[in-house]
């Protein structure tokens, strides 16, 4: 090309803005691109700042008037301009986050993205970062006139920056769960439903924060006390992981069924219950925590370590009902992803998929919840029979666990055998109606006989509640814990088979995918 030709070539010449959004996740851009010019978005936007400019001529010209140099009027001004601000972001940006995904779908230019470059991931990052985005406008709508509140008095910098910071991480921590939620079908019908269960949790939210802050804004936060912070940091390190949770989920739910969808959500479940489980030892045994915080002696009582307990043995379930009804057979994808070294694979062995070695997972999660749990109850405060009781109520909620799990696990391998349309979610549900049947089942005898729980208690073997609860208040009248914990030894070799050939399926196949040559040569 001559010097003549080049020099009538166009010389496009990016501002520092454009390239940086070169960089940028492309989700992130056309989503935000669309939301700004929405009619939606400018509609609320609008929306927020006449909302706040009539705050603040009615509360001054109507409601304060000339007392308001000598009334501490900041409270009341700040409570009306959190009102605004807490309905778009935590109503207004999680249903915008919502709608996301089906309206790609609605558009038909979902399959566009999935056969791009982009990965599950990053498109959830990217809508996830378009509704941070659109959070931060509306901030800058309102937060000036509630940073203006600080001149009123009645209420201090320091409690405008916490509220807003954690109404902040609240709204993009909701915007996460609705677009985790907004993956779970891809039919209009079923998505309308689950958009009509997303919003009474919304609105239950939403009345919850704004009564929270009713009640919090009368009084001055110790932000000078470590246990204060301490606090925060607690919530934190259970919220991050939740998140990530969230987040492993929602990529999870737009993987095709060959890649690895297990890993991610297994390893955020475990982490959540050992944070959980760390942060009750250290307040059960205050020796663990710096000498600053003045906790020096036990100081959680028997009655919150059980509801704990209790807690997190449902949270055990819900988790094993997801990670040992799926395939057993590990795809090509998944096998070029295992470890070479023996070592590391005996590592990962549990969090890989695959229903066997998520019954080894879930076994493991039970083992560490007992030992927690009875080390807990030991060093609480408490009578000793009452504490003896407790931990026989632990091996009584883990036994349940693994008859129960395991009941599910071998019930799904089974209907899977008898149609190759039955998969994991009905396997899944089958276990939440075996479980149900297991706690209102033995209640309907009391149509038969009322008095049968004191005559007949036997019959309520079948239900965990009921009978933890009576192994810990009336160790008379409860079923027998022998029987209790034969019925988890049950339901633990009702797989081991399944265990044994998830583990030796892991640890003796190739990294590479087998036959890959030979059916391309085909």
């Given at each position: ?14 501002d ?62 700040f ?85 807003l ?9 909701l ?14 019908q ?48 259970l ?6 949770l ?165 019930l ?22 075996v ?40 160790a ?47």
């Amino acid at each position: 090309m001559s010097t003549a030709e080049e020099s009538l070539e166009p010389t496009v010449h990016k501002d520092w803005l454009e390239r940086a959004s070169d960089f940028l996740n492309p989700i992130l851009v056309k989503e935000t691109r669309q939301a700004l010019k929405s009619r939606a978005f400018v509609s609320v936007f609008l929306l927020m700042l006449i909302a706040s400019w009539l705050i603040s001529s009615i509360g001054v010209l109507y409601v304060y008037g000339p007392d308001l140099s000598y009334a501490a009027a900041g409270r009341s001004f700040f409570t009306a301009f959190y009102t605004v601000l807490s309905i778009a972001v935590f109503i207004v940006v999680p249903q915008g986050a919502f709608r996301s995904i089906q309206s790609e779908r609605d558009l038909q230019t979902f399959e566009m993205l999935t056969i791009t470059t982009l990965s599950p991931r990053k498109i959830i990052w990217g809508k996830w970062w378009s509704a941070a985005v659109q959070t931060v406008v509306y901030y800058a709508a309102i937060a000036p006139f509630m940073v203006f509140t600080n001149l009123l008095r009645g209420i201090s910098l320091p409690f405008i920056a916490f509220v807003l910071i954690w109404s902040f991480i609240g709204s993009v921590s909701l915007a996460m769960v609705a677009i985790t939620f907004s993956t779970f079908t891809k039919q209009r019908q079923a998505f309308g439903l689950l958009q009509f269960l997303l919003v009474m949790p919304l609105i239950t939210s939403l009345i919850s924060i704004l009564s929270f802050m009713a009640q919090l804004i009368g009084e001055e936060l110790p932000f000078d006390d470590p246990k204060f912070w301490l606090v925060q940091v607690i919530v934190l390190s259970l919220l991050i992981p939740a998140f990530v949770l969230f987040r492993q989920i929602a990529t999870a739910n737009l993987t095709f069924e060959g890649a690895n969808r297990s890993t991610g959500i297994r390893i955020s479940c475990f982490l959540l219950l050992l944070i959980s489980l760390g942060w009750l030892l250290m307040f059960a045994d205050p020796s663990y925590l710096p000498t600053f915080l003045g906790l020096s002696s036990a100081s959680i009582p028997l009655e919150m370590v059980i509801t704990w307990m209790v807690t997190i043995g449902i949270w055990l379930w819900l988790v094993g009902l997801f990670t040992t009804t799926e395939d057993d057979r590990l795809s090509r994808r998944v096998r070029q992803e295992v470890p070479r070294r023996m070592v590391t694979r005996l590592l990962v062995l549990p969090f890989y998929p695959g229903g066997g070695r998520g019954f080894l997972y879930f076994v493991m999660s039970v083992l560490i919840f007992v030992g927690s749990a009875c080390y807990l109850i030991s060093i609480s405060t408490g009578p000793i029979h009452e504490k003896q009781q407790s931990q026989l109520m632990v091996v009584g909620i883990a036994s349940y666990l693994l008859f129960y799990i395991g009941l599910t696990s071998f019930l799904g391998r089974a209907i899977r055998k008898v149609g190759s349309d039955l998969h994991a979610a009905h396997a899944r549900v089958l276990g939440i109606l075996v479980g149900s049947a297991g706690v209102i089942g033995p209640f309907l005898f009391v149509f038969w006989d009322p008095l049968f729980p004191q005559t007949m208690p036997w019959l309520m073997i079948t239900n965990p509640f009921t009978s933890c609860y009576k192994l810990v208040s009336d160790a008379g009248t409860a079923p027998p814990l022998t029987a209790i914990i034969v019925m988890g030894a049950l339901g633990l070799l009702l797989n081991v088979k399944n265990l044994i050939l998830g583990i030796r399926e892991f640890l003796t196949t190739s990294p590479e995918a087998p036959a890959a040559t030979a059916t391309l040569a085909v």
